[in-house]
């Protein structure tokens, strides 16, 4: 009697330690959603669309606009300009023939420091300052740093929309790219308002420059993964700084938590912080 009680209290006991393996397995720990992936790729992208932009306004406010001096304040004595008045058409070559051990990059003034090669060509149907004019930038064989970049950047001067003598432009991005070194690459689409904030009524100078940008757009990051992306807070931006100084995106990859990204308070530098969730990091833009 007393063996097959103790035989029962075995079989019970292993049945009862059996269930609690088995529960064990299927409630594991979930893992710590803290991929980056497309919060960089998409500062990335937002940093030289920037640059293109810098690049094509300094050639056409030097060429067609009001600035009153022949001095490029963005463009390298290597980056040769060719104007084109009767069709409307500026191209800017980059490419420094002295430099024949580096690609024929062409390095850039300090204020980004990056290496350029190839042409950006803007056609444009009047100036910045004129409202309803649009200016189309391309890229012909563009290569920042030896990623090669493509797409089509179109601005339209929508004028003064709501009143408070900001002009606004429309941007938008299409067919945008970045293609490394690695052959792995990034695609990026979207659709801005910049609201030129200061330096508007100093026509004849560049450096003072700053515009707010806000809307939304969408992406393909380094490993495929699709995703979209709001402008809660303007982006910041001014012609003396390759970075966006301060604002908040949330960007949500397909099947994950939205990353909220903050730009800062307000200083030049290639940091941002992004929170997923609990998870909080700082991330240096490439």
């Not at 204020?111 to 004019?133: E, F, L, M, N, P």
């Not at 429309?170 to 945008?176: C, D, R, S, V």
């Amino acid at each position: 009697m007393k063996a097959t009680k103790l035989l029962l209290f075995i079989t019970l006991l292993g049945l009862f330690l059996g269930g609690c393996k088995k529960d064990d397995k299927e409630s594991p720990v979930a893992a710590v959603d803290n991929d980056t992936q497309s919060v960089t790729d998409n500062a990335r992208l937002e940093s030289e669309f920037e640059g293109s932009r810098k690049v094509a306004e300094d050639a056409m406010m030097r060429n067609v606009g009001t600035a009153t001096s022949s001095q490029y304040y963005y463009l390298p004595n290597c980056a040769h300009v060719s104007v084109d008045l009767t069709n409307k058409l500026i191209t800017v070559y980059f490419a420094d023939s002295s430099n024949t051990s580096d690609n024929m990059n062409c390095a850039c003034n300090e204020i980004d420091g990056r290496k350029r090669r190839g042409t950006v060509r803007i056609a444009y149907t009047g100036a910045y300052q004129d409202v309803g004019s649009v200016i189309t930038v391309t890229h012909d064989n563009y290569y920042v740093n030896n990623n090669k970049l493509e797409g089509t950047k179109t601005i339209t001067n929508k004028g003064d929309t709501d009143g408070d003598t900001h002009t606004e432009h429309e941007i938008k991005i299409q067919n945008g790219k970045i293609t490394f070194t690695d052959n792995t690459f990034i695609t990026w689409e979207s659709t801005r308002t910049r609201e030129w904030v200061a330096g508007e009524s100093t026509s004849t100078v560049l450096t003072d420059d700053a515009y707010e940008i806000s809307g939304n757009g969408n992406g393909l990051n380094r490993n495929g993964q699709s995703y979209t992306l709001n402008i809660t807070s303007p982006l910041y931006i001014s012609m003396d700084c390759y970075y966006i100084k301060s604002g908040r995106i949330e960007l949500t990859p397909n099947g994950k938590t939205t990353r909220v990204i903050d730009y800062g308070n307000g200083t030049c530098d290639n940091k941002l912080t992004v929170s997923i969730g609990s998870f909080s990091a700082e991330v240096t833009i490439p």
